[in-house]
T-cell receptor
């Protein structure tokens, strides 16, 4: 399995960009990077995913380094509602399908 | 019109009992999953079904038996409940295996 490493916690001021790093140095060439978040006690919520190219959607941007060994999730204008645990996950083939193996994630606190 | 729903939301029961958790998705997805989130907040995949066929079966006790009567439903039956089964169980679905997953609100199981 490709493992990911994230800082356990980060702070961000409301209205500023939140940049959440992730290392996945053992990722294979065809494995995607997914980001999810979990707001206290709720089910995880999909944010974005990518393979090689940078990606952007209405929630966030994903920057993947050229060697694919790390990535950064960017929340361009963080709000208090973005306070959550953010998980960087490498999707791996498992059984006859694909699995998401959640790690410890980064606990992001957005402050007023 | 909840996308992925689970019942019950809370379940408190005695050791040794048998209980079921139900999950339904109205997204028209082919793949469904069960995850367990323990007290340390680690989220681990347990099972995945694609079109009613089991495709991921992690190392869980055989007291846990998933049942998929149709592709919109994936139920989890647990026999002879133990204290260590206390956790939050999340159901999820995706268009096909590997696509982004949509999670339900979770079922908090407490075994006394």
């Amino acid at each position: 399995d490709a493992k990911t490493t994230q800082p356990p916690s980060m702070d961000c001021a409301e209205g500023r960009a939140a940049n959440l790093p992730c290392n996945h140095s053992t990722i294979s060439g065809n494995e995607y990077v997914y980001w999810y978040r979990q707001i206290h006690s709720q089910g995880p919520q999909y944010i974005i995913h990518g393979l090689k190219n940078n990606e952007t959607n209405e929630m966030a941007s994903l920057i993947i380094t050229e060697d694919r060994k790390s990535s950064t999730l960017i929340l361009p204008h963080a709000t208090l509602r973005d306070t959550a645990v953010y998980y960087c996950i490498v999707r791996v083939a498992q059984g006859s399908g694909y699995a998401l193996n959640f790690g410890k994630g980064t606990s992001l606190l957005v402050t007023p | 019109d909840t996308a992925v729903s689970q019942t019950p939301k809370y379940l408190v029961t005695q050791m040794g009992n048998d209980k079921s958790i139900k999950c339904e998705q109205n997204l028209g997805h082919d793949t469904m999953y069960w995850y367990k989130q323990d007290s340390k907040k680690f989220l681990k995949i347990m099972f995945s079904y694609n079109n009613k066929e089991l495709i991921i079966n992690e190392t869980v006790p055989n007291r846990f038996s998933p049942k998929s009567p149709d592709k919109a439903h994936l139920n989890l039956h647990i026999n002879s409940l133990e204290l260590g089964d206390s956790a939050v169980y999340f159901c999820a679905s995706s268009l096909t295996s590997g696509n982004e997953q949509f999670f339900g609100p979770g079922t908090r199981l407490t075994v006394l």
